[in-house]
């Protein structure tokens, strides 16, 4: 089979399960659709809360473990590492194996890895742990994007998919205040130990419910030198963006990284259009709807996901609110991404994804740039506005840019688009939250030595300027221990301000690129091999 056939064929015929004699009924639980839909949505959860959820343990596992900050950091960048890098091989696999099969072991391993962590006495073993954990949720999502396109048919995916993004949105917005909770009045283990009843419930529920569907025409073998330099490129380049705010954008080791990701990037294409059944068929990019789908993610995962980044810090270091409080004043933007997200599938099957996500990311601009005002005594209302706004934008983008992408590849490929579709948002998370920390960095180390000055504070070494600074960009006051409280309180000041200049003109550069999303939303459309007599099951 060659790349153009994968592209070309499309059709009812599919949409194959893997046993005839497994049919689903409107009585049956087995390949029900909405129940599909709750299945993938447990396994889904755990994934996504361990975005933000951990963030909240990592000063209690430093704390426990003796580990300095750089371990902990790898923490977080090992899971997103290993994620990042493993997504569209992932969905690779479902399309081969199957996404039911995928799921479930993508499923078990995450629990399992998850339990382990929990059960660790060394940073070195939980992050390790955390490597597996990313690798098995790499399995898990792009399957059950597989399995919603297999399921629901067109007139319904939306909504579907809409569900699903509620799921995502609120379980990365609540993570926090999960987080808190547990590490506040249990422990910071409780924090991996809730997965494993989590993964064991979607476990029964997927071997119970989930329905193997194939399509006729899957790929039968595998490009192993295209996963090769795939992965590869991914890692070169996630790795420059994970380290360039140490090594800093001018460094020679950051651009060698990106260089060499580009180089790996290229020999990938260039092999793609050699092999008989490519990883990716470069073919997919043809189609110019699912090409912005996947640039209107990074667009989107760039100014939320860096914008979001600094108001945590606001939340905690300027306002000085616990990790509770700070997550439940993130409620408005968790609540908007509830209620939007099922609207804005039915608002985009019944006018298309082309206005409902240029206006979502238009609502996306506006919340970035009000953002932008935020000031160091604003109050709770103000940023309720904000955050309920940039929900309710983010709410038709997170579920018509996965539509847009998942539809308009075949059913062949769903695996490999919902890879697409993940990898676009870890790719687009990390590029915002190293761009805008770059933005935030210039800004602080330039405004820092003046805004000290006029405050009368006494001088600063270069050394503990640069200490000073490190910690204002976190929005934290460097006061050191014994120092006179009217004078703490004046370093905390300057502090403060410098850091809120730094995130206003990082939210504007948010903002700017929420409007270049804009215009890549006009490009898209529905999906073009979304079958309208496809899934089987009665809704």
């Given at each position: 089979?060659?790349?153009?056939?994968?592209?070309?064929?499309?059709g009812p015929g599919d949409r194959t399960p893997a046993d005839p004699s497994e049919e689903p009924s409107a009585a049956g639980l087995r390949g029900h659709p909405w129940f599909t839909l709750l299945t993938v949505a447990v396994g889904v959860m755990m994934v996504a809360l361990d975005g933000t959820i951990v963030a909240i343990a990592n000063p209690a596992i430093a704390?426990?473990?003796?580990?300095?900050?750089?371990?902990?950091?790898?923490?977080?960048?090992?899971?997103?590492?290993?994620?990042?890098?493993?997504?569209?091989?992932?969905?690779?696999?479902?399309?081969?194996?199957?996404?039911?099969?995928?799921?479930?072991?993508?499923?078990?391993?995450?629990?399992?890895?998850?339990?382990?962590?929990?059960?660790?006495?060394?940073?070195?073993?939980?992050?390790?742990?955390?490597?597996?954990?990313?690798?098995?949720?790499?399995?898990?999502?792009?399957?059950?994007?597989?399995?919603?396109?297999?399921?629901?048919?067109?007139?319904?995916?939306?909504?579907?998919?809409?569900?699903?993004?509620?799921?995502?949105?609120?379980?990365?917005?609540?993570?926090?205040?999960?987080?808190?909770?547990?590490?506040?009045?249990?422990?910071?283990?409780?924090?991996?130990?809730?997965?494993?009843?989590?993964?064991?419930?979607?476990?029964?529920?997927?071997?119970?419910?989930?329905?193997?569907?194939?399509?006729?025409?899957?790929?039968?073998?595998?490009?192993?030198?295209?996963?090769?330099?795939?992965?590869?490129?991914?890692?070169?380049?996630?790795?420059?963006?994970?380290?360039?705010?140490?090594?800093?954008?001018?460094?020679?080791?950051?651009?060698?990284?990106?260089?060499?990701?580009?180089?790996?990037?290229?020999?990938?294409?260039?092999?793609?259009?050699?092999?008989?059944?490519?990883?990716?068929?470069?073919?997919?990019?043809?189609?110019?709807?699912?090409?912005?789908?996947?640039?209107?993610?990074?667009?989107?995962?760039?100014?939320?996901?860096?914008?979001?980044?600094?108001?945590?810090?606001?939340?905690?270091?300027?306002?000085?609110?616990?990790?509770?409080?700070?997550?439940?004043?993130?409620?408005?933007?968790?609540?908007m991404m509830i209620v939007g997200s099922p609207l804005a599938g039915a608002l985009i099957t019944k006018l298309g994804p082309r206005i409902p996500l240029a206006g979502g990311m238009a609502a996306t601009a506006i919340a970035m740039y009000g953002m932008s005002t935020l000031e160091t005594d604003t109050g709770s209302g103000v940023m309720s506005v904000w955050f309920?706004?940039?929900?309710?934008?983010?709410?038709?983008?997170?579920?018509?840019?996965?539509?847009?992408?998942?539809?308009?590849?075949?059913?062949?490929?769903?695996?490999?688009?919902?890879?697409?579709?993940?990898?676009?948002?870890?790719?687009?998370?990390?590029?915002?939250?190293?761009?805008?920390?770059?933005?935030?960095?210039?800004?602080?180390?330039?405004?820092?030595?003046?805004?000290?000055?006029?405050?009368?504070?006494?001088?600063?070494?270069?050394?503990?300027?640069?200490?000073?600074?490190?910690?204002?960009?976190?929005?934290?006051?460097?006061?050191?221990?014994?120092?006179?409280?009217?004078?703490?309180?004046?370093?905390?000041?300057?502090?403060?301000?410098?850091?809120?200049?730094?995130?206003?003109?990082?939210?504007?550069?948010?903002?700017?690129?929420?409007?270049?999303?804009?215009?890549?939303?006009?490009?898209?459309?529905?999906?073009?091999?979304?079958?309208?007599?496809?899934?089987?099951?009665?809704?």
């Amino acid at each position: 089979m060659t790349s153009q056939t994968a592209i070309d064929s499309t059709g009812p015929g599919d949409r194959t399960p893997a046993d005839p004699s497994e049919e689903p009924s409107a009585a049956g639980l087995r390949g029900h659709p909405w129940f599909t839909l709750l299945t993938v949505a447990v396994g889904v959860m755990m994934v996504a809360l361990d975005g933000t959820i951990v963030a909240i343990a990592n000063p209690a596992i430093a704390s426990d473990l003796g580990a300095t900050f750089a371990q902990v950091q790898w923490i977080t960048n090992a899971y997103f590492l290993a994620l990042a890098v493993s997504l569209i091989t992932a969905g690779k696999l479902g399309d081969r194996f199957g996404h039911r099969q995928t799921f479930l072991i993508g499923v078990v391993g995450f629990a399992a890895a998850s339990g382990a962590i929990g059960l660790s006495d060394s940073i070195a073993l939980v992050v390790v742990f955390r490597v597996f954990q990313g690798l098995f949720g790499a399995l898990l999502m792009p399957a059950a994007l597989g399995l919603l396109r297999a399921t629901f048919p067109a007139e319904k995916l939306n909504m579907a998919i809409g569900l699903w993004g509620m799921v995502i949105g609120a379980s990365t917005a609540g993570g926090p205040i999960l987080g808190g909770v547990l590490v506040e009045h249990v422990n910071w283990q409780s924090v991996f130990f809730i997965n494993v009843p989590v993964g064991a419930l979607a476990l029964v529920l997927g071997v119970l419910i989930l329905l193997d569907h194939r399509a006729e025409n899957a790929p039968r073998s595998f490009d192993l030198l295209g996963i090769a330099l795939l992965s590869g490129a991914m890692f070169c380049l996630v790795w420059a963006l994970i380290k360039a705010p140490a090594w800093g954008w001018g460094d020679g080791a950051t651009w060698a990284f990106v260089l060499g990701s580009a180089v790996l990037f290229a020999a990938f294409a260039y092999w793609e259009t050699k092999v008989r059944e490519p990883l990716i068929p470069l073919g997919l990019f043809r189609s110019v709807p699912l090409s912005a789908g996947v640039i209107l993610m990074v667009l989107m995962a760039v100014a939320f996901l860096g914008g979001l980044f600094f108001v945590t810090f606001y939340l905690q270091n300027v306002h000085g609110m616990s990790p509770i409080d700070a997550g439940l004043h993130l409620l408005p933007l968790t609540g908007m991404m509830i209620v939007g997200s099922p609207l804005a599938g039915a608002l985009i099957t019944k006018l298309g994804p082309r206005i409902p996500l240029a206006g979502g990311m238009a609502a996306t601009a506006i919340a970035m740039y009000g953002m932008s005002t935020l000031e160091t005594d604003t109050g709770s209302g103000v940023m309720s506005v904000w955050f309920a706004l940039l929900g309710l934008g983010l709410a038709p983008v997170m579920v018509g840019a996965t539509e847009v992408i998942v539809g308009n590849a075949p059913m062949e490929l769903s695996g490999v688009a919902g890879g697409l579709q993940q990898a676009a948002m870890q790719i687009g998370g990390s590029l915002g939250t190293a761009v805008l920390g770059a933005v935030m960095a210039s800004k602080v180390d330039s405004d820092l030595p003046a805004n000290w000055k006029d405050a009368g504070l006494p001088p600063l070494t270069p050394a503990q300027l640069d200490q000073a600074s490190e910690a204002v960009q976190v929005g934290a006051a460097p006061v050191p221990k014994g120092t006179p409280e009217a004078l703490a309180a004046k370093i905390a000041g300057v502090a403060h301000d410098t850091f809120i200049s730094g995130m206003s003109l990082a939210s504007l550069v948010a903002s700017g690129v929420a409007v270049v999303a804009v215009v890549v939303a006009l490009f898209t459309r529905r999906g073009e091999n979304a079958d309208a007599g496809a899934g089987a099951a009665h809704i």
